[in-house]
């Protein structure tokens, strides 16, 4: 009897990822059901009823991510960086180069840095006629949207300045597998869920939504290509007397030194006169 | 069934362990289902506005001042000031103790006053105290009452002594409304939410109620179905239609479009109205203004725009 030829081996096939938003420390798919394919990947595309649900998220986020201490909100920010650096062969892996990884963990330590040093370079001590103490603090804005620019760097040089000093923020992002890629490392780094939320798809569907919403504090359009959707957009924030960031005012080259506008941009100044005794 | 002086104990024990059971299973399959119903656009619009007409805009705290009262009556008679095609709402509800003032805040508004009453919220207090708290609250301007059923007496099985007390208090409320707390919370199975139903109903309520607010478990949909299924049986039988409120728990836009989708699918249009269904809700209000401010101006609202109760 002739041997039976052996079963072939079986090829395993390969569990591939859905890349999903990331919304209040969670990552569901679009409320629409929706998905598009980038680079042979299925991505959620977000809508506005995602980007409504962001901001529910944010805001709950907000007040306890602002009340946390600097220090500890610095901490939180050098986490990101330790578990960027974990992460770094998935990153590159997604065609970011190394460089680019080491200086988004270097940016990411830079602005953890600044986190109990803002206030006493943006804020101070100002000298009045009359027998009290007078205290500027910086305070965070609040809720703020994020037109993010693509690139890793990009993104992570418009997130972290802005959630740093205290606010929580909705990036609609440019490169949805980095963007997600980082979503999952913030969800590992102590980073309270809702303080950063992500959304993929195309911001010029989603950001109008933001633009206008009445519980958006401030709107970064660093991201926005077109001049013509940014001045729609800065039209449509001021109808809630929103902050805006207008594209290239952060700093377009995201190697260099980012100074402190991203930082300042989305703080208020809150000014106290206290009685002097003698 | 009616019942009389002369109605014994078991007469009436055994009418209301003869209704029908409530299938748990059925009641809470059918609430859910009917809870995913989709109302957009001008439906939604008009959902929105009867809703804000039925909401019992409540404050029963122990910080309750006059001046938080007065705020309340304000925002419950216009509660958009920005908008004034936004209709007021049914009734603000207060305890006894701010009735007076809320009912100088309201008077000639076309907002009823309504007080909850006695002993709010436990009902733990000798029938006379009651009494006297129901009649303090008609005497300052309530005209409606919510009163509280004596939970312990109804879950002992002591029918005849919830049935005379409510009967006591109505007798006590005069022409205010009477709407009856069932505390759906504390009576642990469907089956009791409709005997307690059909023995408010029978002993004179104008309105059966879930929930003070103050307990652990307080309105829900399937309650509220078994609720309406026993206010339309009720009717059939006896040709007098009563109310219905579901209260505490009701804190969004969609919940309450839940409630009036209920409402149309079970008993019908003759209840879609704030003369036969209300909500009692504080931080509803907000929240349906703010839908309603998405509507009207096609941009998302935030609660910073609408005042704090």
């Known amino acids: ?278 | 069934m009616t019942v009389t002086a002369a109605t014994g104990l078991s007469d009436l024990r055994s009418f209301l362990h003869g209704l029908p059971g409530v299938d748990k299973v059925g009641v809470e399959a059918r609430a859910a289902a009917l809870a995913t119903r989709s109302v957009k656009t001008t439906s939604k619009a008009s959902a929105i506005d009867l809703a804000i007409r039925m909401v019992d805009l409540t404050t029963l705290e122990g910080a309750d001042t006059p001046g938080k009262v007065r705020a309340l009556c304000a925002k419950g008679i216009r509660p958009d000031p920005a908008d004034p095609s936004c209709p007021p709402v049914a009734a603000i509800c207060v305890y006894p103790a701010m009735a007076p003032v809320a009912a100088a805040a309201l008077a000639g508004s076309g907002v009823h006053l309504a007080s909850v009453a006695t002993a709010f919220p436990s009902g733990q207090a000798p029938l006379e105290v009651r009494l006297a708290d129901t009649r303090e609250a008609v005497a300052a301007g309530a005209d409606e009452i919510d009163m509280v059923i004596s939970r312990g007496a109804f879950l002992a099985g002591d029918y005849r002594r919830v049935f005379e007390e409510i009967v006591a208090v109505k007798e006590a409320a005069g022409a205010a409304h009477l709407k009856v707390i069932l505390e759906t919370g504390e009576l642990a199975t469907y089956d009791n939410v409709r005997r307690a139903s059909w023995l408010a109903m029978l002993a004179g309520a104008d309105f059966i109620k879930t929930s003070t607010g103050k307990v652990a478990v307080n309105a829900t949909l399937p309650v509220t179905l078994v609720m309406l299924e026993a206010v339309r049986d009720f009717r059939d039988r006896h040709g007098r239609q009563v109310g219905v409120k579901p209260a505490g728990g009701i804190k969004t836009t969609k919940d309450a479009i839940k409630y009036l989708v209920m409402i149309n699918e079970t008993v019908g249009d003759d209840w879609l109205h704030p003369d036969w269904f209300r909500f009692g809700a504080s931080s509803l209000l907000n929240d349906l203004l703010m839908q309603r401010t998405k509507l009207t101006t096609g941009h998302y609202a935030g609660p910073d725009y609408f005042t704090l109760d």
Not at chain 1, 186 to 207: C, F, H, K, M, Q
Not at chain 1, 218 to 234: F, K, M, N, R, S
Not at chain 1, 251 to 278: C, Y
């Open chain 1, 1 to 278: 009897m002739p041997k039976t030829a052996k079963a072939a081996e079986p090829t395993r096939l390969s569990v591939r990822k859905t890349y999903k938003l990331y919304i209040g420390g969670a990552f569901p798919r679009s409320e629409s059901g929706r998905t598009y394919v980038v680079n042979g990947d299925n991505v959620a595309l977000a809508s506005r009823k995602d980007a409504r649900d962001a901001v529910l998220a944010a805001r709950a986020a907000q007040p306890k991510w602002a009340g946390a201490t600097a220090y500890n909100r610095g901490q939180v920010l050098y986490r990101v960086a330790e578990m960027v650096e974990g992460r770094r062969a998935e990153f590159t892996t997604l065609g970011v180069p190394a460089a680019e990884v080491d200086a988004t963990i270097d940016r990411l330590v830079w602005y953890a840095g600044w986190s109990d040093k803002i206030a006493q370079v943006a804020g101070g001590a100002n000298p009045v006629a009359g027998p009290f103490f007078n205290i500027s603090a910086p305070e965070p804005t609040g809720v703020v949207a994020i037109v993010a620019p693509p690139s890793l760097l990009g993104l992570v040089s418009v997130v972290a300045p802005a959630v740093v000093t205290g606010n929580t923020v909705v990036v609609l992002a440019a490169d949805p597998q980095v963007a997600v890629t980082l979503a999952e490392v913030l969800a590992t780094s102590d980073v309270p869920g809702g303080v950063v939320n992500i959304l993929t798809g195309r911001y010029a569907e989603t950001a109008p939504w933001l633009a206008s919403h009445a519980d958006v504090n401030g709107l970064d359009l660093t991201g926005v290509e077109h001049a013509e959707l940014a001045a729609e957009l800065e039209r449509a924030a001021a109808g809630t007397l929103k902050r805006v960031l207008r594209p290239g005012l952060g700093g377009t080259d995201f190697t260099a030194d980012p100074g402190l506008r991203p930082m300042t941009a989305f703080l208020e100044t809150k000014t106290v006169w206290h009685p002097k005794g003698h």
